[in-house]
C-alpha cells in the first residue's frame, strides 16, 4: 500500500525526511487530514478475500486519535 498525491493535497507529511515515505494530504480548517492510499493487486486480492483492513496508528503512548476510515473520497471543500 502507498500514498499517493491528489488535486487538494495541501501538504505533504514527512516530505524532508528520508527515513519515512511522504504523506500527501488535504488539511481542512476543522484539523480534519484525510490521505489516499493505493493499494497492491496483491493486498486488493486479500482485501477481497478476507474483507479486513488493519489499522496501526503510532500514539508515542498519546491518546488515540479518531479515525474514519472509507472507500468512499470525502468533501474537501473546506
Given at each position: 500500500m502507498k500514498p499517493v498525491a491528489f488535486p487538494q493535497a495541501t501538504v505533504t507529511f514527512a516530505k524532508d525526511q528520508p527515513?519515512?515515505?511522504?504523506?500527501?494530504?488535504?488539511v481542512s480548517r476543522q484539523g480534519?487530514?484525510?490521505s489516499c492510499w493505493?493499494?497492491?493487486t496483491d493486498e486488493l486480492t486479500r482485501l477481497l478475500e478476507t474483507k479486513?483492513?488493519?489499522i496501526s496508528q503510532l500514539t508515542f503512548g498519546d491518546p488515540?486519535?479518531?479515525q474514519i476510515p472509507s472507500v468512499d473520497k470525502p468533501d474537501l471543500t473546506t
Open positions: 527515513e519515512y515515505t511522504p504523506l500527501p494530504a488535504h480534519v487530514v484525510t493505493e493499494l497492491t479486513r483492513i488493519w488515540l486519535q479518531p
